[in-house]
């Protein structure tokens, strides 16, 4: 086992004084390289300008080259670190590197050993910053990788109640009971053929009680089977990540409280599970929520948007000012734009304000139109809205169009569909092989940048 790695420029003296060592360095492609000198490893670092999202991967493609070497400590100097983008990018680095060093290995018999990093003359402050950053995003994967038999409904409210005890983050949970006395009935109605229990969390911080007033509303189904109308396929594990929106809010609340951000916001997460059974919704049942508005099930299987909408209903009763709704919503937004970015839906400012927002933290998303003229295809023949739409194209569209009904006129809405950057294929900087945590650190972003 390596004990220490130092982490320098590519144009080091100690890497540059033989020939050898030098030619090496300069003429591999990859920006860094891992090199022994004189019984030292070194990871030479390319010198160029990189942006934020591109030192955090740099970061995190060192930290799981050295994990998977079994070094326990590397050591870099703060000048180093402005070589990778043109100027000191101390919090980038250390969040990359933290997420680099990530996996979940809570049922695995062999586990590994982050490597822990020195950053010689950096300001603490801004180390402390980049650890909660990935400590936020670390938070959202474990959630999101997690069994569903551990994380159901019951067992996910508990968790929240229990994570933030110590902290100045008031969370309230809805039971059966109390979701019925609400009319919460799309909760209700979708969670109905599960053995464990509907939930609804709501996680208040008030950082500033003076800022506008904004809801985050994270689509939280713990194990999605499809319902009545089953999915197919051989291998549907990862459904158990179809509450990766709610994770992005557990995990901005989480970064907005240990931050303390001056911020006014309020976490409103439905839990269900979507199962079949006798007493599972069946296709072709009405559901009519709190604000007056009947809905056809068509597809039990478009469940998100069910749940959803008494999250948006529940965010109008808080009146808040700025409302983001964030799910794993449809199969469309990812054929449409892959597995990098989410699409965002809504008022045109406010979609190009988080996509800047969005470039700045890794969590990218792209504007995405909402084709009013696709509305008619969501009318039902006995109902006023039936949850999918009878066209074969648009279906991120369609589905912002449906949450669009249950939006608080006032409020100024966007949309997430992050379906397609669920979870990573492949070991890729400081992504795992596993789920990415997309969502906290753009929900917590955007919520200080309204609020400025």
């Given at each position: 086992m390596t004990q220490v790695a130092m982490i320098v420029s590519a144009k080091d003296g100690r890497l540059t004084k033989t020939l050898s060592t030098a030619q090496y360095v300069e003429q591999n492609a990859t920006p860094f390289v891992t090199v022994m000198v004189d019984g030292t490893l070194y990871v030479a670092v390319k010198e160029e300008k990189r942006d934020e999202e591109a030192v955090r991967m740099l970061a995190g493609s060192i930290a799981s080259d050295l994990k998977g070497r079994r070094v326990e400590r590397a050591t870099a100097d703060v000048r180093t670190l402005a070589t990778v983008n043109g100027r000191e990018a101390v919090t980038a680095f250390v969040e990359g590197w933290e997420l680099g060093g990530y996996e979940f290995s809570k049922y695995q018999q062999k586990k590994g050993t982050k490597t822990a990093l020195v950053i010689d003359g950096a300001d603490e402050r801004e180390v402390t910053l980049g650890k909660t950053r990935a400590e936020s995003v670390a938070l959202s994967r474990d959630l999101m990788n997690e069994v569903s038999d551990v994380l159901n409904p019951v067992g996910y409210a508990e968790w929240a109640v229990d994570h933030f005890a110590q902290t100045a983050v008031d969370v309230t949970v809805f039971d059966r009971a109390e979701l019925e006395r609400r009319e919460m009935n799309g909760v209700l109605t979708v969670g109905?053929?599960?053995?464990?229990?509907?939930?609804?969390?709501?996680?208040?911080?008030?950082?500033?009680?003076?800022?506008?007033?904004?809801?985050?509303?994270?689509?939280?189904?713990?194990?999605?089977?499809?319902?009545?109308?089953?999915?197919?396929?051989?291998?549907?594990?990862?459904?158990?990540?179809?509450?990766?929106?709610?994770?992005?809010?557990?995990?901005?609340?989480h970064l907005l409280e240990r931050t303390k951000a001056p911020v006014n916001v309020v976490g409103l997460v439905p839990m269900v599970e979507n199962a079949p059974d006798n007493l599972s919704v069946y296709p072709g049942e009405v559901i009519t929520y709190k604000n007056g508005t009947s809905v056809q099930v068509a597809n039990t299987d478009a469940e998100g948007r069910l749940i959803l909408a008494d999250g948006l209903i529940r965010a109008g009763e808080w009146e808040a000012e700025y409302v983001v709704d964030i799910a794993t919503l449809t199969g469309a937004i990812h054929r449409a734009l892959g597995d990098k970015i989410g699409g965002v839906f809504g008022e045109e400012a406010l979609a190009f304000e988080m996509k800047k927002v969005g470039e700045a933290s890794g969590d990218f998303v792209w504007p995405m139109p909402m084709t009013r003229a696709y509305n008619d295809s969501l009318k039902s023949d006995y109902a006023d809205l039936k949850n999918i739409s009878t066209l074969?194209?648009?279906?991120?569209?369609?589905?912002?169009?449906?949450?669009?009904?249950?939006?608080?006129?006032?409020?100024k809405w966007l949309h997430v569909d992050m379906a397609g950057v669920m979870e990573a294929s492949k070991a890729e900087g400081y992504y795992a092989k596993s789920a990415t945590g997309y969502g906290a650190r753009l929900l917590a972003d955007y919520t200080v940048a309204v609020s400025k």
């Open positions: 109905q053929g599960s053995r464990h229990e509907q939930r609804f969390v709501e996680l208040r911080y008030e950082g500033d009680a003076s800022k506008p007033l904004v809801a985050l509303v994270g689509k939280g189904v713990t194990f999605d089977t499809g319902g009545i109308s089953l999915k197919g396929g051989d291998d549907l594990s990862d459904m158990r990540m179809d509450m990766g929106g709610s994770a992005a809010v557990m995990g901005a609340i074969g194209f648009a279906g991120a569209t369609t589905a912002a169009l449906f949450l669009e009904h249950f939006v608080d006129p006032k409020a």
